[in-house]
């Protein structure tokens, strides 16, 4: 065991079947301490599956999930690029930047390359550079693209609908072109920050919706993808729907846990039943809206509770993998912060090389 003071930049070198740390700079308040985890006899050996299941020695083991094989875990994560054509034939078609984006990686050993949020129809998208998945053209341009990442990784696609967050501009001052202003929708006709206030979706919409994801993954399996991600967080409608600060709804699809879930949940059930069953199936969320009784901040909002309790019913309909990150669906929400998150450490439960 190695203890390391703060602010202080130190080797530490184990012996033969134990981890070599290095350079673990301690730029937190407390100290930390670091220990070996358990490992095999040889010093490069890869772990079994069975053990140490929550130690970084997995990332180099290959994981199986139905019958897709991705010889590591080092993969990339959706990065949407503002890069597609935004108009014309092409419009949504990705194009040579996604593929040196998506190909580099690939090319470079990364075992899954994933694609970026992918609109499933065009005012689905959240600015009119995104990428689309709707038409032929597209198929095959993500075609050209899968076919690449394959030979060196598994190639995914992640799908969304950008609701009440659609029609903005790129991140960055754009001298070609402001922001589009089609009419957004969303669960509630509520705004996010200063964006427009949506359209509150009707019941005919919401199951339009459902199918267009369907439609889409079934685009996706033919472009040649092995792996899709619905993206059900960062404050796209399927969060939208799920959490309380943002779905004021009282028909069917608000009100209850249940009710804010149906429309997520709908959606997983009709993309497992239009993607192949011999491929896996991944879930972005937001465990939080950094509201409610995750925090000291009263309003309501998505808690990791309820995170817990969406997980149990996405495995019940074939979900494969959830992708856990956070908010970005109240933009007031005030997110606690930590250098490193060496205070949350501090106070969590340790992690096994802790
Ligand atoms: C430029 C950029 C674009 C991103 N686009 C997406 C996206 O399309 N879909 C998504 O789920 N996350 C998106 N993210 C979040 C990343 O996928 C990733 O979760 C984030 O950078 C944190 O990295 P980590 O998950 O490895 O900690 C984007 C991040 C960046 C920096």
Same mark, same amino acid.
């Given at each position: 065991?190695?203890?390391?003071?703060? !602010?202080?930049?130190?080797?530490?070198?184990?012996?033969?079947?134990?981890?070599?740390?290095?350079?673990?700079e301690?730029?937190?308040?407390?100290?930390?301490i670091?220990?070996?985890?358990?490992?095999?006899?040889? !010093?490069?050996?890869?772990?079994?599956?069975?053990?140490?299941?929550?130690?970084?020695?997995?990332?180099?083991?290959?994981?199986?999930?139905?019958?897709?094989?991705? !010889?590591?875990?080092?993969?990339?994560?959706?990065?949407?690029?503002?890069?597609?054509?935004?108009?014309?034939?092409?419009?949504?078609?990705?194009?040579?930047?996604?593929l040196?984006?998506l190909?580099?990686?690939?090319?470079?050993?990364?075992? *899954?390359?994933?694609?970026?949020?992918?609109?499933?129809?065009?005012?689905?998208?959240?600015?009119?550079?995104?990428?689309?998945l709707?038409?032929?053209?597209?198929?095959? !341009?993500f075609?050209?693209?899968?076919?690449?990442?394959?030979q060196?990784?598994?190639?995914?696609?992640q799908?969304?609908?950008?609701?009440?967050?659609?029609?903005?501009?790129?991140?960055?001052?754009?001298?070609?072109?402001?922001p589009?202003?089609w009419?957004?929708?969303?669960?509630?006709?509520?705004?996010?920050?200063?964006?427009?206030?949506?359209?509150?979706?009707?019941?005919?919409?919401?199951?339009s919706i459902?199918?267009?994801?369907?439609?889409?993954?079934?685009?996706a399996?033919v472009?040649?993808?092995?792996?899709?991600?619905?993206?059900?967080?960062?404050?796209?409608?399927?969060?939208?729907?799920?959490?309380?600060?943002?779905?004021?709804?009282?028909?069917?699809?608000?009100?209850?846990l249940?009710?804010?879930?149906r429309?997520?949940?709908?959606?997983v059930?009709?993309?497992?039943?239009?993607?192949?069953?011999?491929?896996?199936?991944?879930?972005?969320?937001?465990?939080?809206?950094?509201?409610?009784s995750?925090?000291?901040?009263?309003?309501?909002?998505?808690?990791?509770?309820?995170?817990?309790?969406?997980?149990?019913? *996405?495995?019940?309909?074939?979900?494969d993998?959830?992708?856990?990150?956070?908010?970005?669906?109240?933009?007031?929400?005030?997110?606690?912060?930590?250098? *490193?998150?060496s205070?949350?450490?501090?106070?969590?439960?340790?992690?096994?090389?802790?």
């Amino acid at each position: 065991m190695v203890a390391v003071d703060r !602010a202080r930049t130190t080797e530490c070198f184990f012996g033969p079947g134990e981890y070599l740390l290095h350079n673990i700079e301690n730029i937190g308040e407390t100290e930390l301490i670091f220990s070996t985890v358990e490992h095999l006899e040889s !010093a490069n050996a890869a772990l079994p599956l069975d053990q140490n299941q929550d130690s970084y020695a997995h990332l180099f083991n290959p994981l199986t999930l139905r019958e897709v094989t991705s !010889a590591h875990r080092a993969w990339m994560s959706p990065m949407m690029q503002f890069a597609a054509a935004p108009d014309g034939d092409d419009v949504g078609t990705p194009l040579d930047w996604h593929l040196q984006h998506l190909g580099s990686p690939a090319a470079a050993g990364v075992a *899954l390359v994933m694609v970026e949020a992918t609109a499933i129809d065009p005012v689905g998208r959240s600015r009119v550079y995104d990428v689309g998945l709707w038409n032929d053209r597209q198929t095959m !341009a993500f075609r050209r693209i899968a076919d690449f990442s394959a030979q060196g990784s598994v190639p995914g696609i992640q799908l969304v609908h950008a609701g009440r967050k659609g029609s903005t501009g790129r991140p960055w001052p754009d001298a070609d072109r402001g922001p589009e202003t089609w009419g957004t929708v969303g669960a509630s006709p509520l705004s996010f920050g200063r964006l427009p206030s949506p359209s509150e979706l009707s019941i005919d919409e919401v199951e339009s919706i459902v199918q267009s994801f369907a439609a889409s993954a079934r685009r996706a399996a033919v472009a040649g993808f092995k792996v899709l991600k619905l993206h059900g967080g960062h404050g796209y409608p399927i969060h939208q729907f799920l959490s309380p600060n943002s779905n004021i709804r009282t028909d069917r699809y608000g009100g209850s846990l249940e009710n804010r879930m149906r429309f997520g949940l709908d959606v997983v059930r009709t993309v497992r039943q239009s993607w192949p069953a011999g491929l896996p199936l991944f879930f972005r969320a937001s465990a939080t809206d950094w509201l409610g009784s995750d925090t000291d901040d009263p309003r309501p909002g998505w808690t990791v509770d309820d995170t817990v309790e969406l997980a149990s019913r *996405l495995k019940e309909l074939g979900v494969d993998l959830m992708d856990v990150s956070s908010g970005r669906s109240a933009p007031h929400a005030r997110i606690p912060r930590s250098p *490193l998150g060496s205070a949350r450490r501090s106070r969590s439960p340790p992690l096994q090389w802790e």
